[in-house]
């Protein structure tokens, strides 16, 4: 007999986030990334100040500076000061993050879509209730 739980929405979610995450790390290998360098890779369409990028992260600043250590050491990031505080950095994709920022998406885009059952109604949905989220 199937678990009471199986359909409720916070189960699905769960699985569809399991999921997921099996295609970004299948993706950031791929790139030559782990799924967390490829994440904050993710969010540096601009410049970010590195609490910023730990908040997104949901690390705290210890662990997003040895991430970014990290990243810096391979060339990916950099990091420039704020140009509105002087004592503030931000970190920046460099050339060579920005093409390997390129090739993960391409990757993590080629996956099989876990959503393509879905109707386009229920796909907008999903984005406007994703989108009411944050």
Do not use: W, Y
Not at 20 to 31: F, R
Not at 70 to 85: I, K, N, Q, T, Y
Not at 101 to 125: H, I, K, V, W
């Amino acid at each position: 007999m199937a678990n009471s739980c199986d359909n409720q929405p916070i189960r699905l979610v769960l699985a569809l986030a399991d999921e997921l995450s099996g295609i970004v790390g299948h993706a950031a290998k791929a790139a030559g990334l782990t799924p967390q360098q490829a994440r904050v890779l993710m969010h540096l369409e601009e410049p970010r100040r590195m609490c910023e990028l730990a908040e997104q992260q949901s690390l705290d600043p210890s662990s997003i500076t040895s991430l970014v250590d990290r990243l810096e050491r391979d060339g990916l990031v950099l990091r420039e000061p704020d140009s509105a505080d002087g004592r503030v950095r931000r970190v920046a994709l460099t050339a060579v993050g920005l093409q390997t920022r390129t090739r993960f998406f391409a990757e993590f885009t080629a996956q099989p879509d876990p959503f393509a059952a879905l109707t386009p109604e229920q796909r907008r949905a999903l984005v406007e209730r994703l989108g009411s989220t944050g």
